[in-house]
């Protein structure tokens, strides 16, 4: 599987579990960190675990593959890092304060269809 047939899979992980404002930025030619960022958001501290451990449980069975998590215990914010995808996953207060989209505003949007 390719990096946006994963995204694609997370993107879709994500809105099974009732994530907001779904965003999807490429990366991949203004930064060396990551290819894409996949920024969401939950209402409550429950909605933000639940997203993150049903994408963890996900891209465990589709691919194997094991994030560095950091996070979850707190559920203000999760991020998961699957080295060239990084997941972020916030209760809405958090997301405006750390306003990823505005600092990585020289980003590609990716549009990916919804459900």
Sequence with gaps: MDSSQVVNLINYTAQQKKAEKILILDISQISLI??????C???????VKAIAE???????????RAPRAEGLREGNWVLLDYGDIVVHIFQE???????LERLW???KVVDLPAG
Excluded: H
Aim: negative net charge; hydrophobic residues 40%; aromatic residues 12%.
């Design 93 to 99: 207060a958090e997301r405006q304060f750390y306003n």
């Design 34 to 39: 990551a290819d894409y960022f996949i920024i």
């Design 54 to 64: 049903e994408i963890i449980k996900v891209m465990g069975e589709q691919l194997t």
């Design 41 to 47: 958001s939950g209402r409550s501290t429950v909605q």
């Design 105 to 107: 505003g020289d980003a």
